[in-house]
């Protein structure tokens, strides 16, 4: 289940302000889909699953709109899963897609391919996220 920070705080019955992301990411998991997402914009995202939950920071861009920046996200995240990839690694695969996404003025914005996604400069910053590897 992949959810943003204010709908995970809706359907645990927690208020947004203050919200541990990864304890309402780990409680969310317990309830049933095995593994979730909890987004975080530009903060980035916890991952929770069997292995625990974790923290992975956003590649850091300038960001010129985020108008579809959750589309871009899900779409590269389900099909790097699809790939064969571990949750883990498909999710900072979508973060560095999002992170292309934002940084392209909506008026010009061609999604990121996936050479530009797989750029050693962008998957740098990924490979040591520390997350669980879901």
């Given at each position: 289940?992949?959810v943003?920070?204010?709908?995970?705080?809706?359907?645990?019955?927690?208020?947004?302000?203050?919200?541990?992301?990864?304890?309402?990411?780990?409680?969310?998991?317990?309830?049933?889909p095995?593994?979730?997402?909890?987004?975080?914009?530009?903060?980035?995202?916890?991952?929770?699953?069997?292995?625990?939950?974790?923290?992975?920071?956003?590649?850091?861009?300038?960001?010129?709109?985020?108008?579809?920046?959750?589309?871009?996200f899900?779409?590269?995240?389900?099909?790097?899963?699809?790939?064969?990839?571990?949750?883990?690694d498909?999710?900072?695969?979508?973060?560095?897609?999002a992170?292309?996404?934002?940084s392209?003025?909506?008026?010009?914005r061609a999604?990121?391919?996936?050479?530009?996604?797989?750029?050693?400069v962008?998957?740098?910053?990924?490979?040591s996220?520390?997350?669980?590897?879901?």
């Amino acid at each position: 289940m992949v959810v943003n920070k204010g709908e995970a705080a809706d359907l645990l019955g927690r208020a947004e302000a203050g919200l541990d992301a990864e304890r309402a990411a780990a409680d969310l998991a317990q309830k049933g889909p095995g593994a979730v997402i909890v987004t975080l914009g530009g903060e980035g995202l916890v991952l929770a699953g069997a292995k625990g939950a974790g923290h992975y920071p956003a590649p850091r861009v300038k960001v010129v709109s985020t108008h579809g920046a959750g589309d871009a996200f899900i779409g590269a995240l389900a099909a790097e899963w699809a790939r064969g990839a571990s949750l883990a690694d498909a999710a900072a695969f979508a973060q560095t897609a999002a992170a292309l996404h934002v940084s392209r003025p909506v008026a010009t914005r061609a999604r990121p391919t996936e050479t530009e996604t797989r750029a050693p400069v962008f998957l740098s910053a990924q490979v040591s996220h520390g997350g669980p590897g879901v």
